[in-house]
């Protein structure tokens, strides 16, 4: 490589996304999450996203162990949940109000913009992380929330309409 990997790092933070967490269960039945940016669609007939999911994440061998999790895309007011479950804390869930999703058992977050329970449909190498690609069980979405946004290093919220041009 001729460049750095800091400086790799800063030219993919240019790139905004939205925050999502990312749960599933431990064997034991316990609730894991962690937060991920890399969330995308992949196809709508058969309906699959894809995250992908650090190889030293701790919440990797619950997700190959459960095959199933549910993606609660973050709404502008909950940047706390995204830097919560970006710790490394074994007490993410202290506190954390959720529900058991309905296709899934993987704990889904209240007040998000969207959120998606999935069944893992394959894996792929994808370096310093797995590639998981998902097929969508059930989902939910609310038209009235933005989401929270990542853009270089921080939690960022959509800018306010500011072209005078209502929605509704």
Same mark, same amino acid.
């Given at each position: 490589?001729?460049?750095?990997?800091?400086?790799?790092?800063?030219?993919?933070?240019?790139?905004?996304?939205?925050?999502?967490?990312?749960?599933?269960?431990?064997?034991?039945?316990?609730?894991?999450?962690?937060?991920?940016?890399?969330?995308?669609?992949?196809?709508?007939?058969?309906?699959?996203?894809?995250?992908?999911?650090?190889?030293?994440?701790?919440?990797?061998?619950?997700?190959?162990?459960?095959?199933?999790? &549910?993606?609660?895309?973050?709404?502008?007011?909950?940047?706390?949940?995204?830097?919560?479950?970006?710790?490394?804390?074994?007490?993410?869930?202290?506190?954390?109000?959720?529900?058991?999703?309905?296709?899934?058992?993987?704990?889904?977050?209240?007040?998000?913009?969207?959120?998606?329970?999935?069944?893992?449909?394959?894996?792929?190498?994808?370096?310093?992380?797995?590639?998981?690609?998902?097929?969508?069980?059930?989902?939910?979405?609310? &038209?009235?929330?933005?989401?929270?946004?990542?853009?270089?290093?921080?939690?960022?919220?959509?800018?306010?309409?500011?072209?005078?041009?209502?929605?509704?």
């Amino acid at each position: 490589m001729s460049f750095g990997r800091e400086d790799f790092e800063n030219a993919l933070g240019c790139f905004a996304t939205g925050v999502t967490v990312v749960t599933t269960r431990a064997s034991n039945g316990d609730p894991v999450g962690v937060t991920a940016n890399s969330f995308n669609s992949v196809s709508l007939n058969p309906p699959l996203v894809l995250f992908s999911l650090a190889r030293s994440a701790y919440s990797l061998g619950a997700l190959q162990d459960h095959r199933r999790f &549910a993606v609660n895309i973050l709404g502008e007011d909950q940047s706390d949940l995204a830097q919560r479950f970006a710790a490394t804390s074994s007490d993410k869930w202290r506190g954390v109000e959720h529900s058991t999703g309905q296709h899934s058992d993987c704990p889904v977050l209240p007040g998000c913009v969207a959120s998606f329970e999935c069944q893992v449909r394959n894996a792929y190498d994808g370096g310093s992380h797995l590639i998981v690609v998902g097929e969508v069980l059930d989902f939910h979405a609310r &038209a009235d929330a933005k989401p929270l946004m990542y853009y270089r290093g921080a939690y960022e919220n959509l800018a306010p309409d500011r072209y005078g041009i209502s929605q509704g």
